[in-house]
């Protein structure tokens, strides 16, 4: 079932029309997870194209978190296909993705909190032995992330939940991913700092960076996308452009109180 039909999609904007043009570059076609028994995902097919930011919307539970970890080789993936630049990438280890470009912040941020700010970044860029361009990056997110400049000798673990959120994005960034996957980057945050967080996805989306964002806050994170997923018990039951799901009243109904 979609909300984007054909007519929907030729009233999308130029630069929408633009990201729409652009090359797949990661699809998921099928995809099913299981562990412990239980099937938490149950044949999902979606795809991010070069330059969009898309969103997957789903309540607590619908099995977001562990399509994500499927991706990027944190979990098992059981049946399906998920293929990263053309190429299959199932079973494939998250160290050896995050060399190809497939970057993932996890919820709970997972920063070094014994390491500075500085080293947190560093580390971000293990994989690159390209000095001059890794100081660039460093520069340009300090210039994203004022605070983290700010705070750059600062021991991690000492800092706020959103400052870590946002070391954690720098850390990714640091990697120069091709996609960048962000799960659940407002979870347990202030409303203030959830508006400074949503504010840097945008910024980052800007830059040219593809984005693909799990996220319980649905009606932010259909303002910022240019595509949805809505995902439900294990199964994508809705998709199209995100301003279009966002007036759907299936999705006003279940997700944004109305």
Known sequence: ??????????????????KAAGK????????????????AVKGVDFEVREGELVSLIGSNGAGKTTTMKAITGTLPAGAGHIEFLGRSIKGRGAWDLVEEGLVMVPEGRGVFTRMTITENLQIGAYIRKDKAEIAKDMERVFVTFPRLRERKDQLAGTMSGG?????????????RPKVLLLD????????IMCDKIFEVVQTVASQGVTILL????????????????????????????????????????????E
């Open 1 to 18: 079932m979609t909300t984007a039909t054909m007519s929907e999609q030729a009233t999308m904007d130029g630069a929408a029309q633009a």
């Open 24 to 39: 797949t570059l990661l699809k998921v076609n099928g995809l099913k997870v299981g562990y412990g028994g239980i099937q």
């Open 163 to 175: 400052e870590q959120q946002m070391l954690a994005m720098g850390r990714a960034l640091m990697a």
């Open 184 to 191: 659940e980057p407002t979870m347990g945050l202030s409303p």
């Open 214 to 257: 799990v996220e319980q806050n649905a009606n932010r994170a259909l303002q910022l996308a240019d595509r949805g997923y809505v995902m439900e018990s294990g199964l994508i039951t809705m998709n199209g452009d995100a301003k279009e799901l966002l007036r759907d009243p299936r999705v006003r109904a279940a997700y944004l109180g």
